[in-house]
């Protein structure tokens, strides 16, 4: 009689003895790792934690009732609601497309597949700035492309929301498709074909197979959108024209009002950075639940 063994390859780590009712024991951080952990938190303790603790911490010194006039003030409400239609826009718009695109990407193969995959990722690259001038060359009344057409038409994109949509959407393209893509390259393409063996159409392929399997994908994707369109600043301040209470977002205003010196800056980021985190941890919450 033969015994299968497997043997561990030699730079493979050592397997976990088994402790006291067949869990494995846990291992002895060494010294090493003591050095790596602190390492990593005083890495994100200087570039993330003390940041926002500074402008919590001039938020709740300066008092309740700084924070209600900064927040309840006309101009911040407008930025406030003028923010939240431009976000949800570019969440939704880039949710649509990074859906279609990771399917495309991961479903098809054609010619000019790699292109589509290397041109998603250029705005993590391209300076904001860069993209709000190049906005402006293409969709300008006077200098851009489309311009003299637009105009005809009466439709007015730059210095106006539907251009801060643009710029929005266009910093924040890659992140649905990036959370959502490999997940449906892990999954593979049995399940879709299997069904549509069996009669079930394209929406229904979707809506009871590959929409159940990205969800939590395409959820992390649309949270890391919102935040990222919610703290855009440099594109959307080239082709907004930073309007007061017209086409001014909250950061364009967090910017003026610290700028200026006026009050009010610590209380709106505040804003910005409650609805960022609160949306993160929500997800971090529920995703454990539904795991199990």
């Given at each position: 009689m033969t015994t299968n063994t497997q043997t561990q390859p030699p730079w493979a780590p050592p397997r976990p003895v088994a402790a006291a009712g067949g869990r494995p024991a846990r291992r002895r951080t060494s010294r090493s790792g003591w050095t790596l952990r602190l390492a990593a938190l005083g890495y994100v303790g200087v570039l993330v934690a003390l940041p926002l603790g500074t402008v919590?911490?001039?938020?709740?010194?300066?008092?309740?009732?700084?924070?209600?006039?900064?927040?309840?003030?006309?101009?911040?409400?407008?930025?406030?609601?003028?923010?939240?239609?431009?976000?949800?826009?570019?969440?939704?718009?880039?949710?649509?497309?990074?859906?279609?695109?990771?399917?495309?990407?991961?479903?098809?193969?054609?010619?000019g597949r790699r292109l589509l995959d290397l041109l998603i990722d250029v705005p993590i690259s391209v300076s904001p700035i860069i993209v709000g001038l190049a906005l402006i060359l293409a969709f300008g009344w006077t200098t851009g492309w489309f311009g003299p057409a637009l105009q005809d038409a009466g439709l007015q994109v730059i210095f106006a929301t539907p251009g801060m949509v643009l710029a929005t959407a266009f910093v924040s393209l890659p992140l649905v498709v990036r959370e959502v893509l490999p997940v449906l390259i892990e999954t593979g393409l049995d399940e879709d074909q299997a069904a549509r063996s069996l009669g079930?159409?394209?929406?229904?392929?979707?809506?009871?197979?590959?929409?159940?399997?990205?969800?939590?994908?395409?959820?992390?994707?649309?949270?890391?959108?919102?935040?990222?369109?919610?703290?855009?600043?440099?594109?959307?301040?080239?082709?907004?024209?930073?309007?007061?209470?017209?086409?001014?977002?909250?950061?364009?205003?967090?910017?003026?009002?610290?700028?200026q010196f006026e009050p009010g800056a610590y209380q709106l980021s505040v804003v910005l950075i409650a609805v960022a985190a609160l949306c993160i941890v929500i997800i971090s919450i529920i995703r454990p639940h539904e795991k199990k």
């Open positions: 919590l911490w001039r938020t709740a010194d300066q008092g309740a009732a700084a924070f209600v006039d900064a927040v309840t003030a006309p101009d911040a409400i407008a930025a406030i609601r003028l923010t939240a239609i431009v976000a949800g826009s570019a969440v939704a718009i880039n949710t649509v497309f990074g859906v279609g695109a990771a399917l495309l990407l991961a479903r098809y193969r054609f010619r079930a159409n394209a929406v229904q392929r979707f809506r009871r197979i590959t929409l159940p399997t990205i969800r939590w994908a395409l959820a992390y994707g649309v949270v890391l959108g919102l935040a990222r369109a919610l703290g855009e600043f440099g594109a959307v301040r080239v082709v907004s024209g930073n309007i007061g209470s017209q086409t001014q977002t909250v950061t364009l205003l967090v910017d003026e009002r610290a700028e």
